[in-house]
Nanobody, 115 residues
């Protein structure tokens, strides 16, 4: 089955950290730009961070710059999102996908930041 499987979410206090993982199953993503997205209750899904296959091009949403770090391990078909200095407004379900060749969204992983 072709899918992305996200994990690593949880409940954390403001100022804390989490590391999310996204594993590609049934497809190869070594040559694809990959991205993390999030969707908070009542909001549209938004792009959080993106990384090129060579890791030379990395972009972040203004709201997470300096706090989040995206990385990837092509051999493991895995993309990571290190989230530091978490804020309550980071509370959302986090998803990964390929921005230029999207597949159906996975279940995501829920991040809840308490104040």
């Amino acid at each position: 089955q072709v899918q992305f499987v996200e994990s690593g979410g949880g409940l954390v206090q403001a100022g804390g950290s989490l590391r999310l993982s996204c594993v590609a199953s049934g497809l190869t993503v070594s040559w694809d730009r990959m991205a993390w997205y999030r969707q908070a209750p009542g909001n549209e899904r938004e792009l959080v961070a993106a990384i090129s296959s060579s890791r030379e091009s990395i972009d972040y949403a203004d709201s997470v710059k300096g706090r989040f770090t995206i990385s990837r391990d092509n051999a493991r078909k895995t993309v990571y999102l290190q989230m530091n200095s978490l804020k309550p407004e980071d509370t959302a379900v986090y998803y990964c996908n390929r921005p230029y060749a999207m597949i159906p969204w996975g279940k995501g992983t829920l991040v809840t930041v308490s104040s």
